[in-house]
């Protein structure tokens, strides 16, 4: 993360991680993020050397900038000599708008010198949360998390770092507590924590009031930006027609709705299932944009409640199975608004099973 920042010559971002503690090799600064080779070590001659700074105070007088005569005046000069004689104007940036939300699940950017944070406020009206009511009460879906981390980390990075989604690994995620909005508007937010092997820690939490003492973490994990990832499994396009035919067993959405709810609407009939793969159709409403989603909620849940249906082929099987881990997620292409989710189960004991999805459009050309 710190090569990229170099590269990039994003001095705050590196200032912020030095206060913070994190080690820094400044050579990296005048070799472009690169690491050092014996060729490529700068001469003595070419790298600053370090300045005495004096021991002394610094005089304190300041030279303000004399606006033009005659604007209008809305507040008085500033404090400090040579203000001018002229009217000023207020040099104080605009009241936040609807249009500066960052992200509909990364709203505002709340940073401090310290760290690295965003908040967001949910009313409930949200698609994502009354699309997914569960027991009667609204639910962020589990894989709106993934996103949220997502956004915030391509936001803290900067356009000028040019990063493509498939760059982004979300990794060692844990989804801790459900996060429900009733009457009340809940506020998150979302701390980043760069880490020395080049990894970023997150973590979602509730916004607590000041008398509250408990503190409400909905999801952590990592993100890794910038880096080839070392995939498990290799990548190949999927045979949709071949799977679809080996499939012994359907299960119809209705089926599905009976136990797991609405929530599932987002799967075109039929979901066809085999007794340990399973192919599901997630899709959007029509008229749904995935801008300026990367990981769609919509998808990504639909995708995720596929399993359930591997699920419903248990004989015993008789509570709702929830989300409460994922190793590992790889962004490799863009993903569509319409395609399939190929689902297949690693592991399953008595407390728990373990599914690989692999998500791709209807060419079969993994996302």
Request: proline share 7%; net charge negative.
């Amino acid at each position: 993360m710190l090569h990229l920042w170099c590269q990039k010559k994003k001095l705050d971002k590196i200032a912020q991680a030095w206060v913070r503690g994190i080690t820094i090799d400044w050579k990296l600064l005048h070799t472009g993020g690169a690491t050092q080779t014996p060729s490529s070590v700068p001469l003595a001659s070419a790298l600053p050397h370090r300045v005495s700074l004096p021991t002394y105070p610094f005089a304190r007088e300041r030279y303000w900038v004399s606006l033009s005569v005659g604007t209008e005046s809305t507040q008085g000069p500033p404090t400090g000599f040579g203000a001018g004689t002229g009217s000023t104007q207020s040099l104080q940036p605009p009241p936040s708008t609807d249009a500066s939300v960052i992200h509909p699940l990364v709203q505002r950017n709340t940073s401090t010198l310290w760290e690295q944070q965003f908040r967001s406020t949910f009313h409930g009206q949200e698609f994502f949360l009354t699309d997914h009511v569960i027991l009667g009460q609204r639910t962020l879906p589990a894989v709106a998390y993934l996103e949220m981390a997502r956004a915030a980390v391509r936001e803290a990075i900067g356009d000028e770092a040019q990063l493509s989604s498939s760059q982004i690994d979300i990794s060692h995620v844990v989804w801790l507590r459900p996060l429900i909005v009733e009457e009340q508007p809940v506020t998150v937010r979302i701390t980043l924590d760069p880490l020395e092997n080049g990894t970023i820690a997150f973590v979602i939490r509730r916004e607590e009031p000041e008398e509250e003492t408990e503190e409400h973490i909905y999801c952590q994990g990592r993100i890794l930006v910038g880096q080839a990832h070392k995939r498990e499994r290799p990548l190949q396009d999927l045979d949709l027609p071949a799977l679809q035919s080996r499939s012994q067993h359907q299960i119809s959405v209705t089926e599905c709705h009976q136990r797991y709810g609405v929530a599932l609407a987002r799967l075109r009939l039929p979901v066809t299932l085999k007794l340990t793969p399973g192919v599901a159709q997630p899709h959007t409403e029509d008229g749904c944009r995935l801008s300026p989603y990367v990981l769609h909620p919509s998808l990504l849940d639909a995708a995720l409640q596929a399993c359930m249906g591997l699920l419903m082929e248990q004989p015993q099987s008789p509570e709702p199975h929830l989300p409460f881990a994922l190793q590992d997620l790889t962004i490799v292409n863009e993903v569509k608004a319409s395609g399939w989710a190929w689902v297949s189960r690693r592991s399953h004991s008595a407390t728990e099973s373990v599914f690989d999805i692999d998500l791709c459009d209807d060419a079969g050309r993994i996302a």
